[in-house]
């Protein structure tokens, strides 16, 4: 692979060269910028330059809502300004290198290189070797230690930087957690490092003292002779133990000026959250757990919101994002008050995430006139009671029979079941419920509305993701992913039923990512030196780069992947505070082996963490506005933590 | 019995539906560099857009997918800009076409200019079978004037142009209509714009043994046949 070296070209240039050879690749649109709404500001007035990147095409990067929020808030600013960058597509790619064009910002041109900061989202593994290959792109040193002064500062968050190990020799800092406040104390400090010209050690000191931000290069790691992490040291007296993850303790106002793309995209629509974090407790769900607390914007919020964005944008689909809508407190009046106030306007409403239970089909049936026709989707995870104890989403068959009843006889055609294969203690009895369960549901469409009626079974396997109760208990092997789903692709054919599966390979891939160490950091560099990129695209991920890599670098990926780890073990992420008690989590484990469940913590609190570590920020925001029981006085037992950075 | 006296099929069910007779109104756009790259079916949904955000009272077809009566009328190739491009657009109400100008003018996206507005006659035909013609003027490196010049020549008194576009053979010259190079270096062109028998000026570039990639070929005109 060859590196760029430093840029010659300027915006001018780089824009002359788009002018004269876009044409030859495929959707130039990717790579013009100039939408609607997107904002230009001028970099002879404003001081501080952000480049805001998703280390994948246009299509997948202008549909993520984190990166959204940032642009809005750092182009508020008046001393900021933010731009976008995405990947290019391999044949932009080739045509780039040949001609040395530098990776620039889509509004202005300018070479990544030449912004101070680059803010990396990462909400997924498989972007690990798209964001060195960004780094490369527009030549930046990839190594944090090759990294000098006038190189910009690489940050990176998301929710696969939980844990932040593996891309640890890349990034100079993480944000653990919720970026919309620590943004911009990381943006303030940045300046006051530059403009006193102070090497780039005492920068990352600063970085590491603000509540959220976990600077890599500050900590070491120290490994047993088995090959299990001993302990993490930290390395100066910034470095706290453990980096306590950020939270906003209240929804900030949704984003409303959404830029309008000119081509289209994988979500071509307006995302309103109306809820973050999720009460449900699923064990295999990262996101339910490192989400907490659970916090509520309002319904008026939302309608006001999305009326600021159809105005804005004219878009023709609204999407109602949350975890779980059917928890949303006051679901039944949101979709009301959306669905009258929007009729007149053509609008779609999309809401995802809907509980298995008659009331969640009372509410599509609400949307009819404002909703696409398409499936109605329902996720049991798990075919058997038994397994759906296991991992805490205690719904009954007789319940989710009535549900697809219900769906079915109100005209739905469609039903989408999402399962997983996999999950901890599960029998080729498990699997074979999987197919018997979709089979039962077609029966029901059948009975229903005859011939029409269609299953669709999606049926992913599980990798145990860290900061959940289930971060110790191994994955599949190869042999057994690939034995539960011959059955199924055995069982699941015929009129009626689909079925859809991940490559078991692409699992094992997600498995060693997730929750590797930070010696993985070598193999994801070797991995790309050897061609690895875009992994997430099937036709593109390169199993047997990843392969030569652990080979070179001297790792075994089953040691990451199929190894039950002891409960006393320290994990890579173990210095990642997502505010959840170690014993809540080991708790949790062993009560899943019992076939115990958890209600939903809105009906009753299990002290996962998240009050005593928030307590002031709870106290602070009394109310609805929080899901968690109210905090009256403090304890004298809770140390929590200072509001503001040190 | 002249075609345009027919009232169209989906106008009656508009009609019958919402007790409303339905307006159209042609509007000649420009489309900047800003949307050069900007194919036709999503400068439909740009328009589209644009259109809902300037809160016109747009016709939806009826139906289990409606869809906004809007029709563009010649696709523009990607690569090229225009000044003279018509899309008819089919509302609910009368709105006055300075009001109509100024609030699409104020949607539009980057790129996109409104210049002119006029109200078209109910049941006159679709744009698609007016437009007979489109004219483009290109900008080409001055290097062989008299080398092109010749080619030119030599192009417009051939009887067959045989070409071959994604696999397909077919014949350029009945597509160009006229072709001339000015002394300001400017290729103009006019070329065919019927359904089923289009011209692509990148086509007649290639032809010219010019690269087109680098080129950026802007429509001036849509000649239109007398509509009765």
Known sequence: ?646 | MPRGKIPQPEDKVDSASSGLTSYRYRITFGKGRELRFTGHLDLHRAWERTLRRARIPLAYSEGYNPRPKINIGAALPLGCTSEADLIDIQLIQEVETAELTERLAAAAPPGLTISAIAPIAEGSPKLQKLITSSEYVIPIPDENQKQIQARIRAQLAADKLPRVRRGKEYDLRPLIEDMILLDSLELRLRLAARSGATGRPDEVLLALELDPIPLVPHRVLLILRDSD
Not at chain 1, 348 to 374: H, Q, Y
């Open chain 1, 1 to 646: 692979m060859e590196n760029i070296a430093t840029p010659t070209m300027g915006p001018s240039d780089i824009e002359r060269w788009l002018d004269r050879n876009l044409l030859s690749v495929q959707k130039p649109g990717r790579y013009t910028g100039g939408e609607l709404n997107q904002q230009v500001k001028d970099w002879a007035k404003v001081p501080f330059r952000v480049a805001l990147a998703f280390p994948e095409i246009y299509e997948l990067g202008m549909s993520n809502l984190g990166l959204t929020i940032l642009y809005d808030i750092l182009n508020r600013q008046t001393e900021v300004l933010a731009e976008r960058v995405y990947s290019p597509w391999t044949d932009m790619e080739l045509a780039m290198r040949a001609a040395r064009v530098p990776l620039y910002s889509l509004e202005t041109k300018h070479p990544v290189s030449e912004f101070d900061l680059l803010a990396i989202s990462l909400p997924y593994e498989s972007l690990f070797t798209n964001a060195l290959n960004l780094l490369d792109l527009s030549g930046i040193p990839l190594l944090v230690s090759d990294r000098v002064e006038g190189d910009p500062v690489v940050i990176a968050g998301g929710h696969s930087t939980y844990n932040p190990e593996p891309m640890a020799d890349f990034i100079d800092a993480f944000v653990i957690g919720e970026g919309e406040d620590v943004i911009l104390e990381m943006v303030e400090v940045i300046r006051s490092w530059r403009a006193e010209g102070v090497g780039r050690g005492q920068l990352h000191r600063r970085l590491a003292k603000i509540w959220g931000v976990y600077v890599p290069s500050l900590y070491r790691p120290h490994y047993a002779e088995n090959g299990t992490l001993d302990h993490i040291e930290a390395l100066a007296p910034e470095a706290s133990l453990p980096v306590i993850k950020r939270i906003v303790s209240k929804l900030p106002e949704p984003v409303t000026n959404f830029i309008v793309p000119m081509i289209d995209i994988t979500h071509n629509r307006i995302p309103i959250e109306i809820m973050r974090g999720c009460t449900r407790g699923c064990r295999f769900c990262q996101a339910g757990m490192i989400t907490r607390p659970v916090r509520e914007r309002p319904v008026e919020e939302v309608v006001g919101a999305i009326e600021a964005a159809l105005d804005a944008t004219g878009f023709e689909e609204v999407g109602l994002l949350s975890l779980s809508s059917s928890d949303y407190d006051e679901i039944l009046a949101l979709v009301r008050a959306v669905s009258d106030r929007f009729r007149d306007r053509r609008l779609n409403i999309g809401l995802p995430s809907l509980r298995i239970e008659s009331f969640s089909v009372e509410l599509m049936d609400l949307l009819k006139a404002s909703s696409r026709r398409g499936g109605f989707t329902l996720a049991p995870e798990a075919a058997t009671e038994r397994m759906r104890k296991i991992i805490n989403k205690p719904v009954s068959t007789a319940q989710l029979l009535e549900t697809s009843e219900a769906i079915f006889q109100h005209g739905w055609h469609t039903i989408k079941l999402y399962f997983m294969i996999g999950h901890p203690s599960e029998t080729i009895e498990d699997v074979q419920a999987i197919a018997d369960l979709c089979k039962q549901v077609l029966k029901i469409g059948r009975r229903v509305m005859g011939h029409r009626a269609r299953v669709n079974a999606g049926v992913s396997t599980f990798v145990p993701k860290p900061h959940t109760p289930f971060q110790w208990v191994p994955c599949d092997t190869l042999d057994q992913i690939e034995a539960k789903q011959r059955l199924l692709k055995r069982e699941l054919r015929g009129p009626g039923l689909k079925f859809n599966w991940n490559d078991p390979l692409e699992t094992m891939f997600e498995a060693w990512l997730s929750r590797g160490d930070r010696r993985m950091g070598q193999v994801i560099y070797h991995a790309w030196r050897r061609g690895a990129k875009f992994d997430g695209w099937g036709e593109h991920f390169n199993y047997q780069a990843w392969m030569e890599a652990f080979d070179y670098v001297g790792l075994d990926p089953s040691f990451y992947t199929h190894r039950e780890r002891p409960v006393d073990e320290t994990l890579p992420w173990d210095h990642i505070d997502a505010a959840l008690h170690k014993r809540f989590l080991t708790e949790d484990y062993l009560w899943s082996l019992e076939g115990r469940t958890r209600v939903d913590c809105r009906e009753r609190c299990f002290a996962c963490g998240i009050l005593p570590k928030f307590a002031e920020l709870r106290r602070q925001n009394p109310g609805e506005v929080w899901e968690c029981p109210e905090v009256r006085s403090p304890s004298r037992k809770i140390k929590s933590i200072p509001l503001l950075p040190a």
